[in-house]
């Protein structure tokens, strides 16, 4: 655990990671502060609330209203992150941080006094521009943009002229181009984009763009063409794509002639199409394929025969596979491994493994790092812990019981932070909390010996670095555990690459060796796990 954030055991429940620099930044809660802007630098030291900007209990970074919470996005641009917040005197607005307190501050008031411009604290960088929903007390919600200064924060079109609101949302981005859905009161809501200009936003069809349960607004970037969940009256959600022309919108296929349609969702880039999960009535949610075309949109295979469907989620590409969890009805949530053919699709775990996993539906999530998957899983003797697999049965283990026994630590909402893994985890002690796991299965660490720095460990490029006091050209070294037993032995050059993936968690011994077989150099390194 990096930081005790809400001490107590209440835990800060710490979500929303976004990088700028060597910072991380994040929204978490604590019991005199509320929900409030921090910062880590992955160390206990360097991990703070950037300011309580509403102060007191009050949350600063959470919108909350009658039907429903939420917590503001973080977007980097420039030196600075920008969010919205509240500090009570100006309600939702636009603000900046560059992780100080001083130089956290409110981008500009659109809306004057308490109430609040946003209601939907969502943004989105598209170019040199952040795009939000905002109302300004005379125009109603429209689109705006912003540079990240008070007068570069402006109004770029009236979509529904006069009080009326055309209600931006659902946005997504292509280069400099961002896509949302909005009304202009005659039209109905249908699918617009903008660079940014009044001329350069424009209404394309009247398609509409639409979140699911899985993805906030589902899209994806294939041949120059974006592919995204469309809803129309005629055909329900279906998967669309578009090139920004009205002509180049169109329907790929109806998946799901019922009028619901069949919401495709989790675009995935692998083999050189678009792989995608997808409902029908016969068959439920299931793996679907696509080459853009009619003929070349299918599906993948029928994991849970009959109208229940195997609901895949967290699709991710290690190496040559895709990896994603699903349920077949006999082995409940698990992990699977495709290829792309039927018979290369099966469970990557399955009931010859002596450690069968169960999956928390609740948080059913994949996350890739340095050439490994990390997820939430259970043997069924422990609680539903960290794991990690490189695609093999023998490569797929727990990293750590973060919560002892049958309790769960359920870690979630991974990030990749240059190579540290923050996630959010809960222990018997603290709470949901945060935490950090270094991303890379065959950690380094050196361990100081006073007047021993011979022989150094990098732990980013997994590297032995040879120094030699004794000005003797080092030849090989050796590998022991504490037991004396000798591991590896390797002839060097400088720096040398060693490889300890079959080691288990441990304190390990190095010993360099001259061409005379004299031992000149030492220390002792750490594997995690």
């Known amino acids: ?77 420039g030196k600075n992150v920008y969010f919205f917040a509240n500090d009570v005197e100006h309600g939702f607005e636009l603000w900046c941080s560059d992780g100080t307190e001083n130089g956290t501050h409110m981008v500009k008031d659109i809306m004057s006094g308490q109430i609040s411009a946003s209601i939907e604290p969502t943004l989105v960088r598209a170019g040199n521009y952040l795009y939000f ?165 299918s ?3 029928d994991i849970y025969p009959g109208k229940q469907g195997s609901n895949p989620q967290s699709l991710t590409v290690l190496n040559d596979k895709l990896y994603f969890i699903a349920n077949d009805s006999i082995h409940g949530p698990n992990l699977w491994v495709t290829d792309l053919s039927d018979t290369g699709t099966h469970l990557l775990l399955n009931d010859s493994n002596p450690v069968p996993l169960t999956f928390n539906q609740a948080s059913q999530n994949l996350f890739l790092s340095r050439n490994r998957l990390y997820f939430n899983a259970s043997t069924g003797t422990s ?41 959010s985890a809960s222990d018997d002690e603290h709470g949901r909390e945060l935490w950090k796991s270094v991303a890379d299965s065959t950690l380094l660490q050196e361990i100081n010996e006073p007047g021993r720095r011979d022989v150094r460990i990098d732990p980013l490029r997994k590297e032995l670095m040879v120094l030699s006091r004794t000005g003797n050209d080092i030849a090989y070294i050796k590998v022991f555990d504490l037991g004396g037993h000798e591991l590896l032995t390797q002839d060097i050059k400088k720096p040398i690459p060693i490889s300890i993936d079959s080691f288990e968690g441990g304190i390990y011994y190095i010993r360099a060796y001259d061409k005379f077989d004299r031992m000149i150099a030492f220390t002792r390194f750490v594997k995690e796990w």
Request: hydrophobic share 30%; with cysteine; proline share 4%.
């Open 133 to 297: 929903a905002a109302n300004d007390g005379a125009l109603g919600n429209e689109l705006w943009r912003s540079n990240g200064t008070d007068t570069g924060t402006l109004l770029v079109k009236d979509l529904n002229p006069g009080y009326k609101s055309s209600n931006p949302q659902c946005f997504f981005v292509d280069s400099n181009m961002a896509y949302f859905a909005a009304s202009d009161g005659s039209a109905g809501y249908g699918l617009w984009k903008t660079d940014g200009s009044d001329l350069g936003t424009v209404y394309i069809k009247n398609v509409l763009p639409t979140p699911t349960a899985f993805d906030s607004v589902p899209y994806i970037k294939y041949k120059g063409q974006i592919y995204f969940n469309g809803y129309d009256l005629d055909n329900g959600a279906e998967l669309w794509k578009t090139d920004g022309t009205t002509s180049g919108t169109i329907i790929i296929k109806d998946i799901n002639t019922d009028k619901e349609g069949s919401t495709p969702c989790l675009f995935t880039l692998f083999k050189d199409e678009i792989i995608f999960v997808a409902k029908t009535s016969k068959c439920g949610y299931e793996l679907w394929q696509t080459d853009g075309t009619v003929t070349g949109t």
């Open 383 to 423: 609680g539903f812990e960290l794991w990690t697999t490189d695609g093999t049965s023998a490569g797929t283990r727990m990293l750590r019981d973060l919560c002892p026994g049958m309790c769960s630590s359920n870690p979630v909402n991974f990030y990749s932070s240059d190579t540290t893994i923050l996630f």
């Open 1 to 77: 655990m990096i930081k005790d954030l809400n001490i107590g055991g209440g835990g800060s429940n710490p979500s929303n990671f976004t990088q700028l620099g060597k910072l991380t930044f994040f929204i978490a809660f604590d019991s005199k502060h509320g929900y409030e802007l921090w910062v880590t630098d992955g160390t206990e030291s360097g991990t703070e609330m950037v300011k309580d900007i509403n102060p007191g209990m009050a949350d600063g970074c959470r919108y909350n209203n009658s039907v429903s919470s939420k917590l503001s996005t973080i977007v980097p641009l």
């Open 299 to 301: 599906m993948l295979k």
